[in-house]
């Protein structure tokens, strides 16, 4: 038989959640013997064309994490007719109408979920603290034109509602672009807007995000003992902060597993190409939480 | 007797290759650049890789034809990415309301041509500079893009419009023949008729043209609301191919595709334009993108590599007016 | 006879201007009607409101006895009336033929007819008698065959009223001699022509009836041009009395201090050496695209030499481009002043102090405003230079008012050892042009060298000491002020086979030099 | 004989006002737009808000001060947001290894010096068209800033650094602080000394320029490197306000800062500039940021309403120069 050849594809190949996927999926491709092409995908249109690549490389199959869910009813066809096996992560693919997608088997996680973890996360430390709720303002770093942000920042506040946080004290706090200045940015107008709560806590689609938001806090005198900011990711930029010397207002970051991901789904395809084994429909994976107290176990466990 | 001292044989024999230089070197480096990275790169020349090749750089030819005009008509204009997404959105839209394929294409071009209407209208007749109306209307029509649809993908399900982007005529996929149609009828539209050659001279120098009688505003209204139209339509394409309206679909479109028209030595400063030009200028940025790919270079690498590719082109297109005094 | 072309009490205004001022005259078909007048007097904006480029402030226009109110230049082509504009208005990218058609492109099928564009652009120019190809892009003509491309646009509109705001400035005899022609061709065929020019000669040689504008407003219509004596004309016009406009005098000559050897490079035949003495002031003369602009480019290092060497008192001049230049104290005041001389948007003051400005810097960085401002004046008042305050920006000045800033840009190098200027008073008004011809002899009387290149034959006769004669590129001939004579200087220019004889009987010839009462005193020297 | 026929006093008036208005016209109407939203916008008018409205734009207002004798001297550079990235992710790498403020930050401001002189050097000497030439470099150096810090955040630890972010004197943090700085000495730079109206000149017309012996290239080349090593100063200070050097850091931020000045009157055809305009242009779209997340404006509708307030601000400065035909 031909050797195997599968591409990996993902939306935002710069961001290191990304980078780990495709490190990993290198390691399964080194184990396993076979050809792993890695394509970014920043958009629709590049999402055609990197299929139509792959085709021409002579892959039989693809990873794929979509720069949109709903393109998957174009990723199915794109497959079809180049004879190209697919399997999703991260994001889920739907077709039209925002049914899934069932012929593309799917490794991922939820971003309503991994948010509420996030919010589940700091409802926690809330109660750790003894904070009272009401005192208490919880700013969402927020960037609704990207659907996961929306996801991720919903799952977070629905958690916080859930566990009885006035919603009257949630805070939008919308960002021009997802880096940390313009998040920086976004919160400093919140916190003008509401400088009558005593705590804080802060949400936000990513790690970068959160930053902003604590360090804004922070230009306030809201420091470590009176802001907790839960990001999402757990890389680098999570790893530097709970890394200080003193503890800052970013508590904890929830780490998803991008070693799952990259390897399991990868080596999930290579079978299917070579019929060892036709791959399970769907495969949730959960995020976990990692603080300044558990990161070290966190990361084994997570296997980095 | 004659004005000029020159020796009209003398003269002319240089000026001739001079000329031919000019006009085919850019087709010329570029056949060149197949020929070695077919022979280098493995996969490239295979029949599924060049017209996946020319699909990929489908929307960007299309909607540098117009831009092409835009330039040389001594204007810019930001808000095609802008225009790309809001034209799928609404046509997806529309489309799942209406169920007529006919009315959401109607739909989608319809708002291209006003969009493009008003970039000109307020460029032409207010006056205002043309980076900052258009970065405008590009802020604008993304916004509009987002609240019609809600910041959602509008999925589509009608299989006569998905078939669009699918349809493949001789082997060559529509999306790909739609941009060749572009290319041949805004080729003859800039070089053979009246509009083209106004466009070039209201771009090489305004004032001239209008004391000539040249509708000049007429004119740049005209061009913007071209532009708008086949954009609204590469828009459409890309929703069919996609299947879906995206509101945030081609982010920093417009820097390609004028960064192609440039590469094909449009002259921003306005009054030069070849269309052939503006073809190898897109084959370029399509061709670096493939190949790229298919060499597997390293996501950060592709930054380096893209910008070096970038640098080089221009170099080359460089060194043949070298010497002649600016 | 009833006028064809009136104007009743035109007026036009700018912010700070009044540049045209209740005028009112009246111009006959079949005749050629000029229009005289310092620079900045309003001439050009009487044309523009023509053209239908400005709207009036007052007044009324009549064309064939109709009131007209053109809102656009189309209006006013279609209402049968070309201008050739004293700011040449071509697209460099365009062809000769695109270019005269423009606007007016003949099509087939909704196409370009391109073969028919040629033909008859190409059959119009044969005719005047033009030798262009229909094919050529305007970016690579000279200027005076952009002159002659505006000329046959102008033409081709076969419009009853023909306005020409000073065609000349850019040509030199041979094209002059068509256009000559044209305009005589012109009023034969009875059309109504207006025509602009500071050339006193050229005037007499072509109009029937002369207007004189004097800052703003109509001093008065001569119906009969022959009938006016030149010295009335001249005082109408400036306000003064002006006997000899050349105002030449003798001067010592210090040793050789300008030494040019073997300069060579693109546009100029062969390597080039000349010299000129300290307090000499030299004349280069030559036909359109004699390689004289060329040559002082490369002296200038403006252009890349590709051989020869500059000496300035025997010390080497570097070559690192005209700050070099500049720096060793050689100035060159270019020919073509839209593209290499104006900051357009810039001040009158910033025009002026642009280069001047590195000697006086406090701490060798900081501007000094109050002494910038200063020399602006002095040189506003000295130059008559009309403009409403230092800080008018330099694009709203009338074309010869340009000139004249950008020649003060150069007679205040306080450094100055060698003085270039390539056309000089091109556009230029005769009260002017004596002003810059005594400041040209005061720079000389300092020690300095003057190069003047000119098309102008008599200016060149009326100023130089000595005068160098190009052609094809080359020095092909070198004559003292003693020896030069319209004769001479023409059969060293002119190719060979052409008899001077044929060129003297150019129109500019005999006539030119009534302009020249100094003459008979040229033959002490 | 006089120059002027005019009557001075008559004359002078109407000079004055129209100069006046011109010259204050921005300043006066951003003042009565600050008014209006402090009287109406809760929260608006008070200290931290003001504060923290300037330390926005701290960034923005630093570049846009080069980036306005860029534009003014006819060129363009997209490089600005990378080099932000680059010299922040440079910087933190540096202070990592080293445990030198000093010396991180001489490399932050080295880089940017270097990549300013690599844009001058393509751009003047090499003849690149300035937007390809700083295309390509944007693309590179934010592939170097992926490259070296492998894709992820680097860390800052240091407290002298972070603590540069942080400081305030006089109430007022000093970013902001130092671009007030740099308003004061570029504004300086453009009007009162040589530098500037040589950078004017080569924007108004450069063959002018040359003749009337200014260094065109060499001034060129200087523009680009002070705007490289202010732009990586901004990055310097951006990466201590966020404690991190950050690659993925100030995308788009280029046309911001380029909005920014046209905002402010700087003409993109070169030869226009006035710091004064700047400085509005820059506080003009930090208002409108602030002020729309004080009223809540939901995400999608602030793309339309910056749209919208974009072409206000420059509708309303054409007014003034309307009845003026051209
Ligand atoms: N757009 C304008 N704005 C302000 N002033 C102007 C404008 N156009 C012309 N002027 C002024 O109007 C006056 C008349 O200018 P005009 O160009 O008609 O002079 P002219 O007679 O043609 O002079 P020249 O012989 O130098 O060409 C001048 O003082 C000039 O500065
Ligand atoms: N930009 C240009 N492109 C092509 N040819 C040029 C250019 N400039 C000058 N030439 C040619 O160089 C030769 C010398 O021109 P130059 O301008 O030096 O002549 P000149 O004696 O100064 O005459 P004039 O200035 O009256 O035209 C001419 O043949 C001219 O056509
Ligand atoms: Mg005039
Ligand atoms: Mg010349």
């Known amino acids: ?109 939820s971003g309503y979920q991994i948010g509420k973890q996030v919010g589940e996360g700091i409802i926690a430390e809330i109660k750790a603290r003894k904070w009272n709720m009401a ?116 508590f904890g970051s929830v780490m998803i597993s991008a070693r799952e991901h990259g390897y399991q789904t990868s080596i999930n395809l290579v079978n299917w190409i070579t019929g060892k084994a036709t791959p399970p429909a769907e495969v949730l994976t959960k995020g976990m939480l990692m603080t300044r107290a558990n990161q070290a176990e966190v990361r084994k466990a997570m296997g980095q | 007797m004659s004005v000029s001292q020159l020796n009209p044989a003398a003269a002319a024999s240089p000026l001739i290759s001079r000329q031919w230089l000019s006009e085919y070197s850019m087709p010329l480096a570029y056949l060149v650049l197949f020929a070695v990275l077919s ?89 205002v500079n043309a980076l900052i109306a258009t970065l405008a209307t590009m802020l604008m029509v993304r916004g509009l893009a987002f609240i019609v649809s809600k910041g959602q993908a509008v999925g589509i399900n009608d299989d006569s419009f998905i078939d669009f982007g699918d349809t493949r005529i001789f082997g060559l996929p529509l999306p790909v023949l739609v941009a060749g149609a572009c290319f041949v009828v805004f080729g003859i539209l800039l070089n053979q008729t009246v509009f083209g050659r106004n466009t070039l001279a209201i771009g090489g120098n305004p004032e001239a043209a209008r004391l000539a009688g040249v509708r000049v505003e007429r004119l740049r209204v005209w061009i913007f609301l071209l532009q708008g139209v086949v954009t609204a339509m590469a828009g459409l394409i ?55 790919n298919l060499l597997d270079v390293d996501a950060f690498y592709q930054y380096l590599m893209r910008g070096l590719i970038l640098l080089v082109a221009v170099l080359l297109d460089q060194l043949k007016t070298r010497g002649e005094r600016r | ?48 409101i023509l053209g239908g480029q400005y709207k009036p402030d007052g007044g009324r226009l009549l064309v064939d006895g109709q009131e007209r109110h053109f809102t656009s230049a189309k209006d006013a082509i279609r209402a049968g009336v070309a201008i050739i504009h004293q700011e040449l208005q071509y697209v460099p990218e365009l062809t000769v033929a695109e270019n005269v058609l423009l606007g007016r492109m003949p099509t087939r ?47 081709m509109q076969d419009a009853q009223v023909i306005a020409f705001d000073e065609p000349t400035s850019s040509l030199s005899h041979r094209e002059t001699e068509i256009l000559f022609r044209l305009v005589k061709e012109l009023r034969a065929d009875g059309r109504t022509l207006i025509y602009i020019s500071h050339r006193l000669e050229e005037l007499y040689e072509l109009c029937d009836a002369c207007t004189i504008f004097r800052d703003g407003r109509k001093i008065v219509t001569h119906d009969v041009m022959a009938d006016v004596p030149r010295d009335r004309l001249i005082s109408d016009m400036v306000g003064r009395e002006l006997s000899d406009i050349y105002d030449y005098r003798e001067r010592p000559h210090t040793q050789a201090r300008l030494q040019v050897q073997g300069l060579d490079g693109k546009h100029v035949k062969g390597p080039q050496s000349f010299s000129v003495h300290g307090g000499e002031v030299l004349g280069f003369f030559g036909l359109v695209g004699a390689g004289r602009s060329e040559l002082m480019r490369l002296l200038y290092n403006a252009d890349a030499r590709t051989a020869g060497t500059v000496l300035l008192d025997g010390a080497l001049v570097a070559t690192g481009g005209p700050a070099d230049a500049i720096a060793a104290g050689i100035v060159l005041c270019p020919e073509d002043r839209k593209e290499q001389g104006i900051l357009a948007t810039a001040s009158v003051a910033e025009n002026i102090n642009i280069s001047v400005r590195r000697n006086d810097l406090r701490g060798g960085v900081f501007l000094r405003h ?14 008559r230079i009309k403009t409403p305050n230092h800080q008018q920006e330099i694009r709203l000045l009338s074309g010869g008012n340009q000139q004249k800033v950008i020649l003060a840009r150069w007679l205040a190098e306080p450094g100055l050892k060698v003085l270039i200027l390539d056309e000089p008073t091109r556009g230029i008004d005769v009260g002017a042009k004596n002003d810059i011809y005594r400041i040209i002899h005061e720079v000389a009387e300092r020690g300095c060298c003057v190069i003047v290149v000119s098309s102008e034959l008599p200016e060149v006769l009326g100023i130089a000491d000595r005068v160098i004669v190009m052609r094809e590129g080359a020095i092909c001939g070198e004559l003292s002020r003693a020896d030069a004579n319209e004769t001479e200087v023409l059969r060293l220019a002119l190719p060979d086979g052409a008899t001077p004889a044929a060129a003297t009987a150019t129109p500019t010839a005999p006539a030119a030099y009534i302009e020249s009462p100094a003459q008979p005193t040229r033959s002490i020297a």
């Open chain 3, 109 to 155: 099928f909704g196409f370009l007819d391109k073969a028919r564009a040629h033909r008859i652009v190409a059959e119009k120019l044969a005719a005047i008698g033009v030798d262009l190809s229909p094919a050529a892009r305007l970016a690579d003509l000279s200027i005076a065959q952009r002159q002659m491309v505006e000329i046959c646009k102008a033409i």
């Open chain 2, 238 to 292: 890309l929703a069919s191919r996609i299947t879906s309206g995206q509101p945030n679909a081609a982010q920093g479109f417009e820097l390609d595709v004028i960064s192609a028209c440039v590469l094909g030595g449009v002259s921003l400063q306005g009054g030069k334009a070849r269309i052939f030009g503006v073809l190898i200028g897109v084959l370029i940025m399509g061709t670096v993108e493939n190949v790229m």
């Open chain 1, 135 to 250: 005192e208490v303002g919880a700013i969402r770093v927020a960037y609704d034109q990207l659907p996961t942000g929306k996801e991720r920042t919903t799952g977070a506040v629905d958690a916080l509602k859930a566990a009885g946080f006035p919603a009257a004290n949630i805070i939008d706090a919308p960002q021009a672009k997802t880096d940390t200045e313009n998040a920086f940015n976004a919160t400093n107008i919140a916190l003008t807007k509401n400088a009558k709560f005593k705590h804080w806590v802060a949400v936000g689609l990513n790690d970068e995000a959160v930053l902003g938001a604590v360090r804004a806090a922070e230009g306030r005198g809201i420091k470590a003992d009176n802001m907790i900011g839960i990001g999402i990711g757990g890389a680098k930029a999570a790893e530097n902060e709970l890394n200080k010397p003193q503890p800052t207002g970013f």
């Open chain 1, 1 to 109: 038989a031909d050797p195997v050849k599968i591409g990996f594809l993902v939306k935002q190949a710069e961001e290191p959640w990304f980078q780990d996927e495709w490190r990993y999926a290198e390691v399964a491709a080194k184990e396993k013997g076979f050809t792993l092409v890695k394509i970014g995908i920043p958009n629709g249109e590049k999402t055609m064309a990197a299929i139509d690549n792959l085709a021409a490389q002579k892959a039989q199959g693809f990873v794929i994490c979509a720069p949109d869910v709903k393109l998957g009813k174009a990723i199915e066809r794109a497959a079809k007719r180049n004879n190209l096996k697919v399997v999703s992560v991260d994001d889920r693919l739907v077709d039209g109408s925002g049914k899934p997608i069932e012929s593309i088997p799917h490794m991922g996680i």
């Open chain 2, 39 to 127: 022979a280098t790169v493995e996969n490239f020349f295979s029949v599924t890789n060049v017209i996946g090749l020319m699909l990929s750089v489908a929307q960007i030819g299309m909607v540098a034809c117009t831009m092409m005009l835009c330039l040389a008509s001594r204007d810019f204009d930001l808000s095609v990415g802008s225009t790309i997404a809001f034209a799928g959105v609404l046509g997806a839209i529309v489309l799942e309301h209406s169920g007529s394929v006919a009315i959401a294409v109607a739909a989608g071009l319809g708002a291209g041509a006003l969009i493009g209407a008003l970039n000109g209208v307020l460029i032409a007749y207010l006056r």
């Open chain 3, 370 to 383: 109050k002494r910038e401002a200063a020399l602006a004046d002095e040189f506003i008042a000295r130059l």
């Open chain 3, 1 to 48: 006879m009833a006028a064809y072309l009136e104007f009743d009490q035109v007026c036009k205004f700018f912010p700070g201007v009044k540049a045209l001022n209740g005028v009112s005259f009246a111009a006959h078909a079949g005749q050629v009607h000029g229009l005289l007048g310092e620079n900045g007097a309003g001439k050009s904006t009487l044309l523009k």
